[in-house]
């Protein structure tokens, strides 16, 4: 299988968006959200367009074999000290999971020893249990950070910690 990664243009927005219903479908049992009235799921637009007008920001698409298979954002960190990309948000769609496709995107993207910013909540057991397996796996260094978010669930952990 051919696994790509495609920066999503701006006109492409309405697709990354609708593919982030799934994403908050799938999400839905341990975040505890409902549908809004119209049968969708609530996006918060503003933080969604960002990826598209903030430095370091970016929306990728996870194509397979030429199809399209979900979505990477990825964020700069906004965490004070910490000057790293952020693995914000990665979905991929039911029928392409366990295929190898995300441990190839981290491998990718993370193997180059640059720092990368990683949180995801301990309620999210697919998560937890990906990342978990990757980590234990992969030659990269990651650390633990403490951080006001780890109350809410919230893990964060640095890879490939800058050494001084």
């Not at 790293?84 to 441990?103: P, Q, S, T, V």
Request: proline share 5%; aromatic share 12%; net charge negative.
């Amino acid at each position: 299988m051919q696994i790509e990664l495609v920066p999503a243009s701006a006109e492409q927005l309405p697709l990354v968006r609708n593919l982030y219903q799934f994403y908050a479908y799938d999400s839905s049992d341990w975040e505890d959200e409902d549908v809004e009235i119209d049968g969708r799921f609530y996006i918060h637009e503003p933080h969604l367009a960002r990826y598209w007008q903030e430095p370091g920001w970016s929306a990728q698409l996870i194509l397979a074999d030429g199809f399209i298979a979900g979505f990477l954002l990825i964020e700069h960190s906004e965490l004070p000290g910490i000057d790293a990309a952020e693995f914000a948000d990665l979905f991929i769609l039911r029928k392409y999971r366990r295929r190898g496709i995300g441990r190839a995107l981290v491998a990718q993207l993370m193997g180059d020893g640059a720092p990368w910013l990683l949180r995801f909540y301990r309620q999210d057991a697919v998560a937890c249990a990906f990342w978990d397996r990757l980590l234990a796996e992969l030659p990269l260094r990651a650390v633990q950070i403490r951080t006001d978010d780890e109350q809410d669930g919230l893990l964060t952990y640095l890879i490939n910690p800058p050494t001084h």
